[in-house]
């Protein structure tokens, strides 16, 4: 894979201006969804709940929010890119030209990681005045942010590929890409659960990116942040290798 390529450059240039193009839908309403989860569930249970020994609940559910927030935002631009291109008929012009697979997702991945940080560091910077968060281990938020965008651009590309129309992408994000974030742990701890959804909460690959993500801020998790790295980057290479077999084969693209 070349990223010095000018087909990768250009063609992660009409992916990233894509979105840009319509920050206040993509940017700054997400900012907003995030900022009402902090209002509503900051102010009726914050002093209420202790999540982990001297971290207020309203800390306590910034980094799950900023969190989801780049998931759910890097999953829905890779996943809107390649359905409308679908539908309109202009994902041949990405097809014809001579790029290979590789160059070709980690295009959309990549601009799905731009978007999902940028309203993920536009949902920190407006939360953070709420609390105060320390950062105790950066470099583990920084390596939970990435992987977590690449994950959900690459689930994304899968999911764009799959779907024949707007439909089927909606209820693969409402039946899936959803209820996965929201059981992950972004606001509550999952030691809180009864056993059965405790151990659901184990076999939930989102789980591990909020948890990973949120010992970066306070050194406190519900798991060894090891074995989440460990968990998430395995989750990414199956990730990957299905989305570049999918792209290999044509499927749904090429008819």
Known sequence: MNFFSVGFQTLLYKETLRFWKVATQTIAAPILTAMLY???????????????????YTSFLIPGLVMMSVLQNAFA???????QSKITGNLVFILLPPLSHWEIISAYVTASIIRGLCVGFGVFVITAWFANLSFVAPLWILAFA???AAILGTVGVIAGIWADKFDQLAAFQNFLIVPLTFLAGVFYSIHSLPPFWLAVSHVNPF???????????????DVNPWISFGIVCTFFVILATMAINLLRKGYKLRH
Request: glycine share 16%.
């Open 207 to 221: 789980f591990y990116m909020i948890d990973g993500f949120r010992y970066g801020f306070f050194g406190q998790s």
């Open 77 to 83: 631009n890779s996943s809107s890119s390649l359905i």
């Open 146 to 148: 990435l992987l977590g």
């Open 38 to 56: 902090l209002l509503i569930f900051g102010h009726v249970l914050s002093g209420r709940v202790e999540v982990y020994p001297g971290v207020t």
